[in-house]
C-alpha cells in the first residue's frame, strides 16, 4: 500500500485547509485510515480516523467540531477538512492506513502504512 499526502501550505489563524491522501491498492475499501500529526519537538498524535466503509469516524479532543473527515473508496481517498485552524495546528500531518484490524484504533502503532506528510503551518 502506497499513500501520498497532499494539500498542506500556510494559511492565517481562522482560515481552512484540506488535505487528501490517495492510496494504491484494490482493497482500499477494506482499511481503516487515520490522520496524525507531529509538532516539531512533540510525538506523533492522532488527529482522526474513519472506519473502512466511512460509518465510524474519531476525533482527538482538540480538533473535534472543527476538522472532519471523510473518504471516497471510489477514489481510494481520504480527506481531512480544516476549518477554524490555530496555531497550534501547526505541524506535519501524515496519513495511515490500517489494513489489519477491523475496530478503529487511535494509537499510531496499530497503523501499518504510512504516507510521506504534508506541512500545515498556521500563522497568528
Known amino acids: 500500500v502506497q499513500l501520498q499526502a497532499s494539500g498542506g501550505g500556510l494559511v492565517q489563524a481562522g482560515g481552512s485547509l484540506r488535505l487528501s491522501c490517495s492510496a494504491s491498492?484494490?482493497?482500499?475499501?477494506?482499511?481503516?485510515m487515520g490522520w496524525f500529526r507531529q509538532a516539531p519537538g512533540k510525538e506523533r498524535e492522532f488527529v482522526a480516523a474513519?472506519?473502512?466503509?466511512?460509518?465510524?469516524?474519531y476525533y482527538a479532543d482538540s480538533v473535534k467540531g472543527r476538522f472532519t473527515i471523510s473518504r471516497d473508496n471510489a477514489k481510494n481517498t481520504v480527506y481531512l477538512q480544516m476549518n477554524s485552524l490555530k496555531p497550534e495546528d501547526t505541524a506535519v500531518y501524515y496519513c495511515?492506513?490500517?489494513?489489519?484490524?477491523?475496530?478503529?484504533?487511535?494509537?499510531?502503532?496499530?497503523?501499518?502504512?504510512w504516507g510521506q506528510g504534508t506541512q500545515v503551518t498556521v500563522s497568528s
Open positions: 495511515a492506513a490500517d489494513t489489519y484490524h477491523i475496530v478503529v484504533a487511535l494509537d499510531p502503532g496499530e497503523y501499518d502504512y
Open positions: 491498492g484494490r482493497t482500499f475499501s477494506s482499511y481503516v
Open positions: 474513519i472506519s473502512a466503509r466511512g460509518g465510524s469516524t
